[in-house]
């Protein structure tokens, strides 16, 4: 599975480079989150991040974009963040890496259309032993992934 950094175009293979950071960091408390994020124009553009948080230097983010045809209906194109946070926490649990959560861009107050989800979502995430956070909660992958996605 392929991602970049912020500051370069050149893909890598995400579990190879996250256990690289880990020897960068060894001995210093890590935290790993991971998110989605989409947005309709043309066509539907989906940006999943895996945000390491190093706990006395800050945030680095790499991340995974993806576009594909414009997703009109609001609960697949939001079901589809879930899904894609989903596939790469299994990749990296895959290649002995467990994530912290998985931050989903979704909000438990029912007045936004991002609510319809929550239950499905944090159900789906949860029945896969992966902690899932939703808004208000803060929420670092997905405020990342809103950034790149846009």
Known sequence: MKFKKLTSS???DVALYVKEYFKVYQGQELSLYL???SQNKLNTTYATTLVFN???T???VIYKKEVVPLISDMWSRLWGE???SVETAIYLREHGIEIDTIDLDYNVDPKHKSN???TAAVGYVE???FKARIKPDLLPAAYAADNIVG
């Open 54 to 56: 190093v706990a006395a």
């Open 10 to 12: 050149e893909d890598f």
């Open 35 to 37: 998110g989605c994020d």
């Open 82 to 84: 879930a899904e894609r």
């Open 127 to 129: 029945s896969l032993g």
């Open 58 to 60: 800050g945030c680095h």
């Open 116 to 118: 319809k989800v929550v």
